[in-house]
């Protein structure tokens, strides 16, 4: 199971070093680091990786805020997850978790980047049409701060939180946490699916704003975020319809990559792109011609680089992605100067895990329909 609503565990113990005043916004979620292999030992939890957008919850009060990835306002969208946080007892607290929406085929982060885009009177009719969920892992503050206490005594918390707290009929979850790799087996099927990944965070570790040393991510294919450089299309003389995509290097500089086709649905989810005379790449620039198979892929024109896209690909290699790749979304919840080309070298390989594949377990949504 991937969900869990319920804990028998004992209250835990708050250190005097914690009871700082009241967190409040923004605060930098801490972020997990791209490994090679997984991590196994005595000192590590491990989770979901939820495929949603990643969301910070404060309230002081009747003050409510939604606040993304990268410190941007979320509350108006989701206006169904803050009256669910308004329904609950505590006044003060802050957390950290995901925001997603489901469907019968799995979670839906188009639907998510959809709401985005709706205001007015028709954010409360989507947001009956096609209510989000908030899924928790972990715990920031509750009257003061816990940034300071170690991951597995913030868990508890969160823990009692949702026991004394959090009714099965609302739409917040307890995400699963375990140190017991046969309960990660059983969420290894579902990953690239219902699931992102799986994420391991060391338990004695505090909190860390904006830090990536204590918890890392596991996925099952190589996959990228990049900036958006450039385009071709039919419309410029171009014979194809492609985006050109760039790395941030150490030196803050925007290296060219590669390219990923788009059809029309793709671009528009792209939405405006602003041309410039120059280009934004640095270094090697995008050729007339493939730098691999040699076919006249035509002229292309620069863009301010402020878009971000994921893309899927199966090898890098000379600075370039191989055999180009494959258009899986648009990321408006990244940050350009965040997509380093250090992702490329820091992805994890799941098939090390390939045995752990057959585990059969049953679908999400029927056990979150279960929980309601």
Known sequence: MFLCAKSNKGDP?????????????????MKARAVKSFPIGKEWMYEPKWDGFRCL???????IFLQSKVGKSLTSAFPEIVEAFRALRPKHFVLDGELALSTEHGFSFDGLVNRLR????????????????????????DAASLLD????????????????????SSPLYLSA????????????????????????????????PGDDHCMVKIKNYSSADCVVGGFRDKSIGSTRN??????????????????????????QAVGNLRSKKLSSFSGRQPEQKSHWGGEAAGPWRPVTPTKVVEVRYDHFSDGRFRRGSTFLRVRPDKLPKDCSIEQVFQEADIQKMAP?????????????RALE
Do not use: C
């Open 242 to 267: 492609e985006l050109l995509l760039g790395f941030y290097n150490s030196e803050g500089k925007l290296r060219y990559v590669g390219t990923t086709s788009i059809d029309a649905k793709q671009r």
């Open 13 to 29: 113990v708050r250190s005097e070093a914690s009871k700082d005043k009241l967190l409040w916004r923004p605060v930098s979620p």
């Open 118 to 141: 709706v205001t007015g009177p028709r954010i409360a009719r989507a947001a009956q049409e096609s209510p989000a969920i908030y899924i928790v892992f972990d715990m920031l503050a």
């Open 57 to 63: 919850v404060f309230r002081d009060h009747e003050n």
């Open 177 to 208: 946490s375990t140190a017991d790799l046969s309960e990660v087996e059983k969420w290894i099927g579902h990953v690239g699916q219902q699931l992102d990944g799986i994420i391991a965070k060391r338990a004695e570790a505090p909190y860390r």
């Open 356 to 368: 752990l594949n057959d585990a059969g377990s049953p679908s999400i949504f029927p056990f979150i």
């Open 149 to 168: 206490l170690p991951f597995r005594l913030r868990r508890k918390t969160l823990e009692q939180f949702f026991r004394s707290h959090v009714k099965q």
